[in-house]
């Protein structure tokens, strides 16, 4: 029998948990009659690393011009911080 390392196990529940939410998206996707395309630039600043950061998102529908967002993250975080934070503030705005 061949052994699976932890590791292996770990790369293996990604890939499951990365289709389940792949076919839960596409099935609301499917079933949403409002569903309306959506497109966003969006950016996380750092000044140094760590530093000052911030974030920022112009989203873009089909019906309407960009609506552009934009907020403080921290006064001493990270560029991936600010990164995740931009991000983050798409997906709630688009909710």
Known sequence: ME???????ANI????????????LEEYLTNNETYER???PFDGSCQGNPGTCGAGA???????????LKRPVA???SILLAELVAILMVLEHCI
């Open 3 to 9: 052994e699976i390392s932890v590791r292996g196990i």
């Open 13 to 24: 529940q990604s890939k499951y948990k990365a289709e389940l939410i792949k076919h839960q």
């Open 38 to 40: 959506q497109e966003s």
């Open 58 to 68: 112009v989203i873009y529908t089909e019906n309407h011009q960009g609506t552009s």
């Open 75 to 77: 006064s001493r975080g």
